[in-house]
């Protein structure tokens, strides 16, 4: 206790963003534990507790890398942007090439001498938000020029978006919305960020043409889930046990634990945890509550903004939060039956060793911000 | 540099705007299905994965008049396996380990290799529901389940256990077609058929949802508790149906008969007591087939005389002084001719003597003469029918056969000029022993009838639900003069006529013998009979009343009187020993004088027993000592106790003097192995007493 104590008024930053961080890693536990007892049962023999002990033990590590990276003076990601994208970039290429195959796509590399798979793309978007952040701010002076502004940022973000696109196409325009968006606030020229979304689209169609010719490019599921979502009246069997999964939560849940639907939902430990969510804790207190948490996330971070002296931290923050906050809202779009599956996790939620280890992380650079952004 | 800021700042809040526009179409969507639709799915989900499962309700038992169980529900597994879940890696581990277990331990239909390729071969062409095997008892199911690859759990060993209920009787052949069964492919029958509700219960039910393949309850408890069956209590009296199934059993194997069944009733309250049914096999083994008492209806031959006395009687048309001239034991009737069932050559003799040696010819001569004419017949029938013999007795066992009594006025029943003399001596008519033995028991009842019962009560947790009292279906089957009468005959068959020889010195008894021909309307068959003897005892105060048929006797006599009297006799007289209320209180006689030498003397044992018999018997005695372990010792008019000194500690006892069940008392006590030899009291023992005790082995020798 008195150590927490002391933690906690040690702590500084922003303190709702600190309760928004220590909330989801609670529901993520609560949840998982909740949602995995089927998986448990087909893998694991039985043995609810493992996925409960993973679980813990991930989150855990990841608020210990949350107050690392927390503790870290934020103009050193800064200086670290370039090396990252660098890094990145072929690493992307390796796993592409050379990645582990899970559930039909090569997202993953395996550790050297370590039983831990690793996202890879987890890796380059926080890498290519932070690179865009420092380039944009470093550029204010001139950054409605092409030539010396426009050209720099679009060019690693082209090249990472369409290195993730093939295997996790979800992830790339998701970044890809993100990287934009960066741009659009951090006052890039309007009128080349429309040019730029229709070369995002000359890119996709060069996507698809290339997946006739390499089958890495996940065209086919890309149609099929698409076909899907448009021509089955009730989005077909994960949809109607997701709808049902929410109907029975009605407004106040059917309690931590007592999920029904988890039993009959796919994944409902990540791309279905906001239906679980609901069902368990109900419309208001699940469905609004979670969903007001990643609202309020981007909220304090545009916060920063009208505070921060310097444009890097402001962007950095806004960068990731809106990165976090648009994934989560395509989570959730897909439990509602508003967008197909895409395959996206609900950050800090989800199981899932690098969506949560890279979430902390990120929440931990907004936090850096928030900290140094209070100081001044 | 205020410009820069307030352009990024209202892009910031453009995109902010845009973030909670896009929050709020989700959770509009989200509200729409959580609430507006919100019924329709939830229904659907209920529709989809839930179920309705029945839950057996325990079967009740079904218990003797003490309180045994005769029969009862023992639960029993069937052992299945899902070769299917279990992985490769766990399945090869453990395939060689499991095999030689079931083999060994579980079913040596095959052989551990045997089993091994048959595990194997399943696996391969996917059955995830093999028979292992289907009785199995919990003892043995809990030890399954510890066996390789099963103690990985269902889904990763496959093992499914299901549980079923079954109907156990401890006490085997006894009355055993009485309690019945109820099976899915037979009728049901006994009494697990006739109070099958009661003793089943009611369902359940419990919701089940499905998970994967498998459906588990939702809750733990079922939403509609299944009801227990009722427990049976019946009047079942465990010891005398041991005592009439045996007499019966040796008799129908003495006399190479086909069958035959006794039945013993309560004369006061028409509780059943014992009720046996023997039959063949196909095999010739004897075996508790069918219920004759209650579904065998048969030509009752002379017993029935009875019933036409009772008639005559209650008509006052004979008194039994009466004289009859017997024509020599031979007489026509119209083109038949009745024939005694032993020669002789009497001629005149009173109606009384007629009935007590069972002379046909009197019987039916007196029933053609009162009843012949066509228009009295009726009259014999509407008397019979005055005596309930037209009637079932309404007893609650399953299967009991409507009997058959010719009706004058029904064209239908091939009425002829010799029924009434055929009928008068138990021919053309059909009952059911037991529909015979309750009129007969009427008659040792005053006349009352009872309706007989075999279940006093349905209890519930040891509580009674229902009772079901005795009960009185007729105050008088006949005046009292008649039943008075017809007492005197049943004693008289005993003390002079065809049951003399059956004659016992402890207790008086009354009834009749019953010879009837089986098949006598068919010719060129070898003649064969029923041969039984209905009765009760002890006559002056009639406790209990019983019938004994033997179908079809071949062998060492066919008559009643040498067949089936013999098996009434040694129930009657088991009975009369194992009942205490039978006998006449000792103390009722006047004091014996006591003489020395008639006294117990030189007597060891517990001095509490002694005391307790003493008492009882009323002997004086003076009780010295107090000691646990006595001598007694006569003394003129009276027993002193005296003082034996068994043993010291760690001693071998002296047990010289007493008898077997003390001395092993006393000798298993201090930690000794007894061998017993001969029989008495102990003369002599192997170890002297004194001897330090110390585990050995004693012998006893008795005489």
């Known amino acids: ?376 | 540099m205020i410009n820069v800021k307030n352009e990024v700042l209202i892009r910031v809040y453009t995109v902010l705007l845009g973030v909670v526009f896009l929050a709020a179409v989700i959770f509009f969507a989200a509200f729409k299905i959580n609430v507006t639709d919100g019924e329709q799915w939830r229904k659907k989900g209920d529709e989809l994965y839930m179920k309705y499962r029945d839950v057996e309700a325990q079967r009740g038992n079904i218990l003797a008049e003490d309180g045994s169980l005769l029969a009862t529900s023992l639960p029993f597994f069937e052992i299945r396996m899902d070769l299917v879940t279990s992985t490769d890696e766990d399945f090869e581990a453990n395939v060689d380990s499991l095999a030689y277990c079931i083999a060994t331990y579980v079913d040596d239909r095959f052989t551990v290799g045997g089993w091994w390729n048959e595990l194997n071969s399943k696996r391969a062409d996917g059955q995830r529901y093999l028979l292992i095997r289907k009785n199995v008892d919990f003892e043995l199911m809990q030890r399954i389940k510890k066996f390789p690859l099963f103690n990985l759990g269902r889904h990763r060993g496959g093992l499914i256990v299901e549980q079923h209920a079954e109907r156990k009787r401890p006490y085997g052949l006894l009355a055993h077609r009485t309690i019945g069964y109820v099976r899915e492919t037979a009728k049901p029958v006994g009494l697990e058929g006739y109070f099958d509700k009661q003793l089943a219960g009611t369902q359940g039910k419990q919701l089940m949802q499905r998970v994967k393949n498998i459906y588990i309850p939702v809750n733990d408890l079922s939403e509609i508790q299944p009801k227990n069956g009722s427990d049976l209590q019946t009047t079942i009296d465990i010891n005398l149906q041991d005592v009439t199934q045996d007499a019966l059993f040796k008799a129908v194997n003495h006399h190479n008969a086909a069958g035959g069944t006794a039945i013993v009733m309560e004369v006061k309250t028409g509780a059943i007591r014992a009720i046996a049914n023997l039959g063949r096999t196909e095999d010739g083994k004897i075996w508790e087939r069918y219920n004759h008492a209650i579904g065998s209806l048969i030509e009752p031959g002379s017993t029935f005389k009875l019933a036409t006395m009772m008639s005559l009687l209650e008509d006052q048309v004979i008194e039994l002084g009466d004289s009859i001239d017997l024509e020599g034991g031979k007489m026509m009737f119209y083109k038949e001719e009745m024939k005694d069932a032993f020669y002789h050559n009497m001629r005149s003799t009173s109606i009384r003597n007629a009935f007590e040696m069972s002379s046909n010819v009197g019987i039916a001569k007196l029933a053609q003469t009162f009843y012949g004419p066509k228009n009295r017949a009726k009259r014999f029938y509407s008397r019979l029918q005055d005596m309930n013999l037209d009637i079932p007795t309404g007893i609650e066992i399953q299967g009991e056969l409507h009997p058959r009594i010719k009706n004058p006025e029904n064209k239908n029943n091939n009425w002829s000029g010799v029924t009434i003399p055929w009928m008068s001596i138990g021919y053309e008519v059909l009952l059911t022993p037991l529909q015979i033995l309750n009129f007969y028991n009427s008659v040792a009842n005053d006349g009352q009838m009872m309706k007989p019962y075999v279940v006093a009560s349905l209890q519930s947790n040891g509580s009674i639900v229902q009772e079901f009292k005795p009960k009185v279906v007729k105050k008088a089957i006949a005046s009292p003069h008649t039943i008075k009468a017809a007492q005197s005959l049943l004693e008289g068959v005993v003390e002079r006529g065809t049951a003399k020889a059956l004659q016992s010195e402890r207790f008086r008894f009354a009834g009749k013998t019953g010879t009837a021909q089986v098949d006598y309307a068919k010719e060129n068959v070898q003649t064969t009979y029923n041969a039984s003897f209905v009765g009760y005892f002890p006559a002056e105060a009639p406790k209990y009343s019983c019938i004994v048929v033997v179908i079809e006797p071949k062998d060492n006599g066919i008559y009643g009187g040498e067949v089936a009297g013999p098996v009434f006799k040694e129930i009657a007289e088991k009975c009369y020993s194992l009942k205490m209320e039978l006998h006449p209180s000792l103390n009722e006689a006047p004091p014996i004088a006591l003489e020395n030498y008639e006294l117990p003397t030189k007597e060891v044992g517990a001095r509490e027993d002694f005391i307790s018999i003493y008492n009882h018997l009323d002997l004086p005695y003076y009780n010295n000592p107090d000691t646990e372990w006595t001598y007694s010792q006569a003394m003129n008019d009276s027993i002193s106790l005296l003082t034996r000194v068994i043993t010291e500690k760690n001693e071998i006892p002296n047990v010289k003097g007493m008898g077997l069940r003390d001395a092993l008392y006393i000798l298993e006590n201090k930690g000794l192995d007894v061998i017993v030899i001969g029989n008495g009291k102990v003369s002599a023992q192997s170890i002297n007493p004194g001897t330090r005790a110390k585990g050995q082995t004693i012998k006893l020798k008795l005489s």
């Open chain 1, 1 to 376: 206790m008195e150590i927490g104590n002391k933690i906690f008024t040690g702590l500084r930053g922003d303190k709702v963003v600190w309760a928004i961080v220590i909330i989801l890693a609670v529901v993520s536990i609560l949840v998982v534990y909740s949602s995995t007892g089927r998986i448990a049962y087909e893998q694991r023999g039985g043995n609810t507790e493992f996925y409960l002990i993973k679980q813990t033990m991930l989150v855990g590590f990841g608020l210990f890398l949350t107050w690392v990276c927390y503790s870290w003076n934020y103009i050193n990601y800064s200086k670290l942007a370039p090396i990252m994208v660098v890094i990145a970039i072929p690493l992307l290429v390796y796993t592409l090439a050379f990645g582990l195959e899970i559930n039909d796509a090569r997202r993953w590399i395996g550790m050297p001498g370590l039983p831990i798979t690793f996202q890879t793309s987890e890796f380059a978007k926080l890498a290519l938000i932070i690179f865009i952040a420092r380039t944009i701010s470093a550029k204010q002076e001139y950054i409605a020029d092409f030539k010396s502004a426009f050209l720099p940022i679009i060019f690693p973000v082209l090249v990472i978006c369409l290195l993730i696109a093939p295997a996790d196409l979800s992830s790339a325009l998701l970044l890809f919305a993100t990287s934009i968006l960066m741009m659009f606030m951090g006052r890039v020229n309007a009128k080349y960020i429309i040019l730029l979304f229709f070369l995002g689209i000359v890119a996709f169609a060069g996507l698809i043409i290339a997946g006739e010719f390499i089958p890495e490019i996940r065209v086919e599921t890309w149609i099929t889930r698409f076909r899907d979502f448009m021509t089955s009246a009730d989005g077909g069997y994960q949809v109607t046990q997701s709808k049902i999964a929410i109907a029975q939560g009605e407004l106040t849940g059917l309690g931590p634990g007592n999920s029904i639907q988890r039993n009959y939902l796919p994944a409902p430990y990540s791309d279905f945890v906001y239906a679980i969510i609901i069902e368990e804790y109900g419309l208001l207190l699940g469905g609004l509550g979670i969903l007001g948490l990643y609202v309020l996330l981007f909220f304090r971070c545009v916060r920063m903004v009208t505070k921060s002296a310097k444009t890097f931290g402001a962007m950095v923050a806004l960068g990731i939060s809106l990165n976090i906050v648009l994934q989560a809202l395509a989570n959730m779009a897909v439990s509602v039956n508003l967008v197909p599956v895409t395959g996206l996790t609900l950050p800090m939620i989800s199981m899932g060793g690098t969506s949560i280890l890279f979430s902390s992380i990120a929440f931990g650079i907004i936090l850096s911000v928030s900290r140094f952004i209070e100081k001044a």
